[in-house]
């Protein structure tokens, strides 16, 4: 049962993008100015509900009765288009929220974007809705649109020429511009959309809330999103947690990842940018697809449309020509397809049927069945059928623009698929707008370009294994929560707090005299590292602080005097807890474990490999804490430098079971002390040979208090 709180979400939502009425406030009896374009657009689009005009100055505008104010309209509105200057918006609100008008569209800018001023005005706005449970867009947006309900509430020009066709895609954006690009490149792409919302400064509803609404409308499939920047990251995940669960694919574009972009991004709609990592780790973690040009995130969108994936990765390719199947292998390849080989009795029936043709996969019919388009019908059926695949992928250059050919071959190939409607296929061609529809409608995904069409199939295939994955995210652990103070912790100290909460060191003791060195180490067992232990002194080794392979009695003893005049000399002012004294450990694979707390998402968890791989090569991955111990291993999995820790040319495999492990048990504790903490860094943390675990050797930990 829905809470109150959801239930008003979803009202004040029904009533913005299927308002049975509508304000405009500020209505102009110009069409062509923005206070008029919005109510243009409603008249034109056939828009079933009731208009109510607010101009003072007016008796009528466009043609319909115009009002003094909201307050003088019939009825109250479900929805308000406040089309005023900024200085005048406020009070505009204030008189919605006495009417009792369920939502309103805020178009003006000059809030949060130009500054202090800007933002407590956008930041009052924003405390009048919530308090009068009023559903606010904008400021600073371009609004929104059901095409279903032929209720178009913009004024951007992506509309000028056409409304949108309904259909099953939504589109939300933070920038009114780009999101009016989108609708405009989909409606040239025959993709269907129902929904259309531009957020702009966010003062109430944002992202976050459009992508979980939508993403429990039965007439959504897909949603397009474009942000620069998140203020929320625990609704924002809630939300693509909301999509994941209902099997409704998100296509983001999050721009800011450059420096100079997330500037650009702060001045536009007063984003937060956040670490670009971050975000791509919680795409990946809720099975999102992270556009990273408007071409790729238009073909994403319209091949998620049809709502059909495929179940596995095995695809088919059948050519005309020897040449377009070898792009496609290629292109296959680089997208993770899997080009199998047909099987031997398929490809019996294949010679059989057409013995100028090839017999495996790809299949390369040559030009012999254009006398004969019964070929055509049983390769894709035999393909289909005895091939096993998943996916099929077509070349047929530009034969279906033949006013001879063109009919013929969609029937055709029509006819071969007809049993397998429930798998993509694709058919890479060039021909004019109307056979690309007739095409399309018989089924089919048309794509131009080999690489775009096998990268689109990839996902498909990507985002259905995300689908059959259960998204977790574990409660936060309140038996892992700790003080840790305000101050600065030493190794040793940040050690026991971590080994508590289940990570794995070597053991250890703190001494402080040579005597007690030389005794730690003959218990312990040599060779020994020595370490000088401060909080003061986090980067050891800049001093000179680490001493390895320290092999008898003698040398614990010299090594541990060493070690305190280093840092007498070179960090004067340090509290000096003592010398660690540990044993050296095993030889394994280095990796590098950490946690950072982001602006957006709080507790973070990074892993990569140690070394040049996490230095030079970026090779990391992160995800939001907490998590299990299944996304722990596709973290681990999706680094470049995971085939090291499956075992690389003879050399034995990393006990990765125990790194998901460690993993875990530091998204939970990270997540259980969230408040206090900023970073932890384990590095390196060696991976030993399976079965035989993991060791952190070296720890530091650092609190918001510091």
């Given amino acids: 049962m829905a809470t109150a709180l959801q239930q008003q979400t979803r009202d004040t939502f029904d009533k913005a993008f299927r308002p049975t009425s509508v304000a405009i406030v500020g ?113 600073n947006c371009l609004g929104l649109l059901h095409a279903r309900s032929r209720f178009i509430g913009t004024f951007s020009s992506a509309f000028d020429d056409a409304f949108p066709t309904p259909g099953p895609v939504a589109i939300v954006s933070q920038s009114g511009a ?30 976050s809330d459009c992508i979980k609404w939508l993403a429990q409308q039965d007439d959504v499939r897909v949603i397009m999103a474009y942000a620069e920047g998140v203020r929320d990251g625990e609704r924002f995940i809630d939300a693509l947690r909301t999509a994941h669960e209902n099997r409704k694919a998100v296509v983001f574009m999050k721009v800011g990842e450059s420096e100079s972009g997330a500037v650009a991004a702060q001045s536009h709609t007063a984003s937060l940018a956040g670490a670009d990592a971050v975000f791509d780790g919680v795409f990946r973690q809720y099975g999102v697809h992270r556009a990273r040009t408007t071409e790729e995130q238009v073909d994403i969108a319209y091949a ?141 995904l048309i794509y131009t370009d080999s690489d775009r069409a096998t990268r689109s199939l990839s996902t498909l295939a990507t985002l259905r294994e995300g689908f059959e994955r259960k998204s977790v995210q574990p409660p936060a652990d309140p038996t892992l929560r700790r003080d840790l103070g305000s101050g600065p912790l030493s190794e040793a100290s940040a050690q026991t707090l971590l080994a508590d909460a289940g990570i794995p060191f070597l053991p250890s003791r703190v001494v402080k005299s040579a005597t007690a060195a030389v005794d730690a180490a003959s218990n312990l067992g040599y060779p020994v590292v020595m370490k000088i232990v401060s909080p003061d002194i986090l980067h050891k080794t800049e001093i000179g602080g680490v001493m ?92 470049q430098g995971y085939p090291l820790l499956k075992g690389f040319r003879g050399a034995p495999a990393a006990d990765i079971g125990a790194l998901a492990d460690l993993l875990q048990r530091l998204s939970a504790f990270a997540a259980a002390n969230a408040a206090q903490l900023e970073t932890i860094d384990l590095n390196p943390v060696i991976a030993l040979p399976q079965g035989q675990g993991v060791l952190a050797l070296d720890a530091v930990l650092v609190t918001r208090g510091q």
């Fill in 27 to 139: 209505a102009s009896d110009d069409p062509q100015r923005i206070s008029g374009r919005s109510l243009h657009y409603l008249k034109h689009a056939g828009y079933e509900g009731s208009i109510y005009p607010i101009n003072p100055r007016r008796a009528y505008v466009q043609g319909l009765k115009a009002y003094p104010s909201i307050a003088d309209v019939p009825v109250t509105p479900d929805i308000a288009l406040i089309c005023l200057p900024v200085n005048m918006v406020k009070q505009a609100l204030t008189d919605c929220v006495e009417r009792g008008v369920g939502a309103a569209i805020v178009y003006a800018s000059g809030f949060a974007e130009t500054g202090d001023d800007g933002r407590a005005l956008q930041d009052e706005l924003g405390a009048i809705a919530r308090a009068g449970g009023l559903r606010l867009f904008g400021p």
């Fill in 304 to 444: 998620c449309s049809r709502g059909i994936y495929p179940a596995s990765r095995r695809l088919g390719i059948i050519t005309v020509s020897g040449g377009f199947g070898i792009q496609l292998c290629d292109a296959a390849e680089r997208h993770a397809l899997d080009v199998a080989p047909l099987p031997d009795a398929a490809r019996s029936k294949l010679k059989e049927l057409n013995p100028l043709g090839s017999d495996n996969n790809p299949c390369d019919t040559t030009a012999g069945w254009l006398n004969d388009m019964s070929l055509i019908t049983k390769t894709f059926d035999i393909m289909y059928s005895d091939g096993g695949y998943d996916s099929m992928v077509g070349a047929f250059t530009m034969l279906p623009a033949s006013p001879t050919y063109g009919e013929r071959i969609k029937d055709a190939i029509r006819a071969g698929t007809q049993a397998y409607m429930d798998r993509p296929t694709v058919l890479c061609m060039e021909a004019g707008a109307e056979t690309v529809r007739s095409y399309e409608d018989a089924g089919f």
């Fill in 178 to 207: 780009y999101g009016g690009h989108l609708a405009y490149l989909c409606r040239a792409r025959n993709i269907g959309v129902g929904y259309w919302i531009s957020t702009g400064n966010e003062a109430d509803t944002d992202v």
């Fill in 548 to 639: 390895l392979n320290i092999a008898d009695d003698q040398g614990a003893a010299d090594a541990y005097q060493t070690l305190i005049t280093r840092a007498a000399d070179k960090a004067p002012d340090a509290y000096i807890e003592g010398v660690l004294v540990t044993p050296m450990a095993n030889k394994g694979i280095e990796t590098i474990i950490g946690v950072t707390r982001d602006p957006v998402f709080g507790p973070v968890v990074m892993f990569g490999l140690g070394g040049i791989f996490a230095e030079l090569f970026r090779d990391v991955s992160f995800r939001a804490a907490p998590f299990d111990r299944d996304e722990a291993l596709r973290m681990i999995g999706e680094t």
